[in-house]
């Protein structure tokens, strides 16, 4: 059984930071693509940064050079720090596993930047 746990979400006022933290158990997390997607209210979930088994990162155009994903194999943990956050980037924060053995959420953490 693969369960994603975040944490880390919260209210900030625009221009500061959060860090969201997912921690997964079950044995898919050396192998498996991590992602963070968000989801804001009345719109699409839409990815916001991934990391491969290797360290490999890709990001967002709204979120490049702000947002940091990186990962711990040790601690099978995955996190997304978050800079220079802006009202824009409030929604629902989600934790995603892709890997041959399937694709698995988190519960989510709702992120809400005020201006």
């Known amino acids: 059984q693969v369960q994603l746990v975040e944490s880390g979400g919260g209210l900030v006022q625009a221009g500061g930071s959060l860090r969201l933290s997912c921690s997964a158990s079950?044995?898919?997390?050396?192998?498996?693509?991590m992602s963070w997607y968000r989801q804001a209210p009345g719109e699409q979930r839409e990815l916001v940064a991934t990391?491969?088994?290797?360290?490999?990162?890709n990001y967002s155009g709204s979120v490049k050079g702000r947002f940091t994903i990186s990962r711990d194999s040790a601690k099978n943990t995955v996190s997304l720090q978050m800079n220079s956050l802006k009202p824009e980037d409030t929604a629902v924060y989600f934790c995603n596993a892709g890997s041959l053995r399937g694709v698995y959420w988190g519960q989510g953490t709702q992120v809400t930047v005020s201006s």
């Open positions: 079950g044995s898919i997390f050396r192998f498996a693509v």
């Open positions: 990391i491969n088994p290797t360290g490999i990162t």
